[in-house]
């Protein structure tokens, strides 16, 4: 994305996510932050919603994985960052993927376009057979 | 099937669970007997000695068949007995309120039949400690299968919270509505659909309105969970409306791309309740006369 890279607090924390509690936890966690770094009631909403989606397609697609999420600074602004991270079969076809309303499953097919949508900067990487990664951030304003 | 795994149990091993199966074949009865001394010591008339006694004894053969067929593997074939019935005593204990510590003496106890005395020959001393990291694992074992025990208690417990915590309640004649409030997961979620269409059915109302002021967030899988339920009140001959979108609700929505079509939404429960009766074509006096 733009700009020189975020610099990450020291205090990122790690949860795993296994479960729809795991996904409920994740989110939670997200929305504490957001309230910490002062993003507008607007923005945790979209962030906190942004981090349920790619939570659960953690656990449902990647077959669970890890969330990492903290506090990052760039120039001089304050963020919060996500980092989604699963070890499953990776997304063959991205374009088809981020495809407002397209589904392997038996979803909206809107959760990983719109989270995209839902933050600031977004970066996926995926790798058939390996898992995938996506890196949310939203800037307080 | 030795349970031998090659390089991994060593000749020396091996002589020691034949001396811990001699030792526990000579001396059954009272070893069986100091067993369940140590454990009813603990659990006190909680639980009656008859049982205990039953327990304890099948544990004690298969853990000698255990060490007999499969050395010190306890996680190999030779001991799925000795698992299967932790498993059960675990469970049971879980079930019935017992402490961890309650659940995994029956198991850890077991190590203190053989503890040496002064004139204990040291092969046996060292059969003794060997029996006693074998229990140790096993011990752990039982905990976690407690743990497990434990926590699918509480996740059914709180899933009759969650029904309980759900009210649908009949605003007006033909008018049901359910407030959502809190972290939306996908079983309360469901729960919620269901009983709302029950109740539209118990109440033979027509209109319903879901209120999701107190949602925090509103992703795919809850609109998903609202849609189909919008769809299923449709099926039964009733109308939704969805009430309570908080602004920042709203422009997450448009966001995320979710469509609810055509589907009535309200700012509040009250406009939802005047949009239902107004289908329903009550007279609402000045109220209705206003709008
Ligand atoms: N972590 C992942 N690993 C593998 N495939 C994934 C992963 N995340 C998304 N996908 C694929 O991308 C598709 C689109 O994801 P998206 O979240 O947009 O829709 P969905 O999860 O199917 O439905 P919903 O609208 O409920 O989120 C998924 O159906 C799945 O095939
Ligand atoms: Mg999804």
Redesign the interface.
Known sequence: MSGPRPVPDADHETITIES??D??RA??LV?TLAQRCKLS??D???L??AA??LA?NTLVYGGGGVMRTGLVRRDSRVGVTAVFEDSGPGIPDLDLALT??WTSGG??G??L???R??VDDFTLDTEVGRGTQVAVTKWAR | MTGMREGVTSVAEQEISTRLVELLTQQRESLGAAWLENVSATLRGRISVAELDRELRELYSALVDGLRTGGFDWQGDSYAEVRALLGELSRNRARQGFSPTETAVSVLAGKEILEPTTETSAEDIQAYLRLSRLMDALGLYTLEVYAKTREEIISAQSEQLMELSTPVVKLWEGVVAVPLVGTLDSARTQVVMEKLLQTLVDTGSDQAIIDITGVPAVDTEVAQHLLKTVVAARLMGAECTISGIRPQIAQTIVALGIQFGDIVTKATLADALKHALRRNSVDLGRAGGAA
């Open positions: 729809n509690d996904v409920v989110r939670q929305r009631l607007v945790q909403t979209k906190v919603t349920s989606e659960r407002d309303g979803g909206l809107l959760g376009s719109g989270a949508r839902l």
